[in-house]
Every structure is written in C-alpha cells, then in structure tokens.
C-alpha cells in the first residue's frame, strides 16, 4: 500500500533563518506530488506540484521553493522565513488522470 | 474559472440525526469530485469520489455524497451522526490539466455533533 511521510512533525523557527520540509512515498513509483499550506486550519494553498524528478511547478509567487530530488522525495524549502510563512503544510501524491490525492500527516510550522 | 464553495463555515447536529454538509462547484466539462475529512493537527483523509456513473456515491465511515448536476452540487451526507465525525470537511474538484490532476479545494466546513 502507498504510504506518505513528512517530517518534522512541528517546527519553530526565527525569522530570516531557512527551512527545510521532507516528503517521501513508499510503494509507487513516478508518483505526481503537491505541496500545499494551510492558514489559520481552513483552505488549502497548492503551493507546488511535480510530474517528475527536477520537474517542479509553481502555483503561486512566494518566499519558498519546492525540490525533486528522487522520484519519490520532494522538498519544500526557504532560504529565508517570514513570518507569514507560518502554517501547516502539507504534502500529497496521486497517480495521473481523475484520482484523489492522498496526503501526508504535515508539519506545522511557526515562524517567530 | 472553476471553483468550489462550500456555503457553511459550520453546522452542527445532534449526535444520532442525520448530517448535511453542503458543496456547490463551478468547472468547465465533466466535474470529478471529491470528499476529505481533517481531524485537528492531522492531514486530510479521503472519503469519496465521484467520477461518473451512480449520482450517489458511497464512501467510508458510512458517508455518503449525492451528485446533482443540475443544480451543480456535491453535497455530503450521513444517516445518523456519531460525535466522533467532528471534524473539518473539505470538498473538491479534479481539474485535469496537463500532466497532472489539479484540485480545487472549498474553505472547508467544521461539523460539531454534540451528545
């Protein structure tokens, strides 16, 4: 069965210092991956997505970016944090066509 | 330009009534729609789907939805609550775009069911 994994669990961190967010997949391959933040535990921001490795879109002009290293790890990362980067962050995968996405446990993040 | 809402930011239900979290959604074409649940601090957790086929669709945890493309609705049911389906739901809509599937997620609707 496929299993998505994210770690840190719960982060804080100053501001100006960088970030560093992992996802990894078990039990697919060429999986599409996303990277969406949640504000104030209401809607989701897609804030990246992947078809593949080092093949990184962008939804949205921000202070972070996103990373393919592998086939089934994707990166979120920021060289410098903003408080407004604060909130819970989520990754997901899905295979192509129509299906549901399947999301990871998150990390919550406070920027101070 | 495609868009889900979800009209309620939340309802609340007696414990063993019947629930109704409602979504409406705008998309060009054939709409595919989905269901999550969010418990606190945790990620999103798949229901349901609609695809195409059936217009009511069963999910897990005895949830059921039911498709009505008339009225462009995706509404979210269940016979009778159980205090442990306070949660936050979310509905959403696949955008089929090149190379992947895009979802639009609602605002989110928080379901208190009380004792």
């Known amino acids: 069965s496929q299993t998505i994994h994210q770690w840190p669990a719960t982060l804080v961190q100053p501001v100006g210092s960088p970030l560093s967010l992992e996802c990894t997949v078990e039990g697919t391959s060429n999986p599409n991956l996303y990277w969406y933040r949640q504000a104030a535990g209401r809607g989701l921001q897609l804030l990246f997505y992947s078809v593949g490795i080092g093949q990184i879109s962008s939804e949205v002009p921000q202070n972070l970016s996103a990373s393919r290293p592998q086939d089934r790890q994707f990166i979120l990362s920021s060289k410098k944090l903003l408080l407004s980067d604060s909130g819970f962050y989520l990754c997901?995968?899905?295979?192509?066509?129509?299906?549901?996405?399947?999301f990871g446990p998150g990390t919550r993040l406070t920027v101070t | 330009a495609q868009s889900v809402a979800q009209p309620e930011d939340q309802v609340n239900v007696a414990e063993g009534n019947p629930l109704t979290v409602k979504c409406t959604y705008s998309v060009s074409g054939n709409p595919y729609l989905f269901w999550y649940v969010q418990y606190p601090n945790r990620g999103l957790q798949f229901l349901l789907k609609?695809?195409?086929?059936?217009?009511l669709v069963k999910g897990s945890y005895g949830f059921e939805a039911e498709f009505n493309k008339s009225q462009t609705s995706f509404h979210l049911k269940k016979p009778s609550a159980l205090v442990s389906d306070s949660a936050l739901y979310f509905c959403?809509?696949?955008?089929?775009?090149?190379?992947?599937?895009?979802?639009?997620f609602g605002a989110g609707t928080r379901l208190a069911v009380h004792p």
């Open positions: 997901a995968h899905a295979g192509l066509g129509p299906y549901e996405q399947y």
């Open positions: 959403a809509v696949s955008v089929p775009e090149s190379g992947y599937n895009k979802l639009i």
């Open positions: 609609y695809i195409t086929g059936d217009n």
